[in-house]
C-alpha cells in the first residue's frame, strides 16, 4: 500500500495518464458512484440518479481521453521509429560521401573562420576594402533613433510616464 502511494504521489508530477494515476481515478469514481447508490437508497431523492450519472459521464470522458493519448503516444512513437530507420537507410548510402567531403574540407576553413580571417588581413586594412563582397562591420549603414527631447532615459516604464503627466 506504501508503494502505490509513492507510486500515486511520483505520477502526479510525471506527464501523461500513467497506469497508477488512471487506477487510482478509477478506484476514486467507483467509490463515489457506490456512495450515490447508498445515498439514493437512504433518501430516494433524484438528485444522486443526477449527480450519478453526471460522475459517471466524466468518469468515461477522463477513460477515453487517457485512451486517446495513449493512442496519440504510440503513434508518435511508431513515427520516430520509421524516421530513424529511413534516416539509417539515408545514411547508409550517404556515409561513403560524407566522408569523401570530410576528407575533401580538412584542410579548407570554415565561414566563420574566413570572416574572421578577412577582418584581420593586413591587405584588407591597408586597401580598406574586403575580399568578399559582403558588407564588413564598419561598412553598414546604421541608423540611429532620433531623441525626442524628453526626460527619458531609454527606460520604457510606465511610472517615468505617470511622472510626465503628473508635470504637465
Known sequence: MAS?????????F??????????????????????????LLATYSIHFVVLSFLSGGLWYSINWFATEVRAVHQAQEAEK??????????????????????????DSETETESVVAQKTSPSAVATGSAASGRLQPGDQDTKRRVSNGGDSSGYGSTDSEWEKVEDN
Not at 529511413?86 to 575533401?104: F, H
Request: aromatic residues 8%; charged residues 20%; negative net charge.
Open 81 to 106: 521509429k520509421a524516421q530513424a530507420e529511413a534516416e539509417a537507410e539515408t545514411n547508409g548510402s550517404d556515409s561513403r560521401r560524407k566522408k569523401d567531403s570530410v576528407l575533401e574540407s580538412v
Open 4 to 12: 502505490f502511494m509513492e507510486e500515486l504521489w511520483s505520477s502526479i
Open 14 to 39: 510525471t506527464p501523461g495518464p500513467t497506469p497508477t494515476l488512471l487506477i487510482a481515478t478509477n478506484a476514486t469514481f467507483a467509490a463515489l458512484q457506490l456512495l450515490f447508490f447508498v445515498l
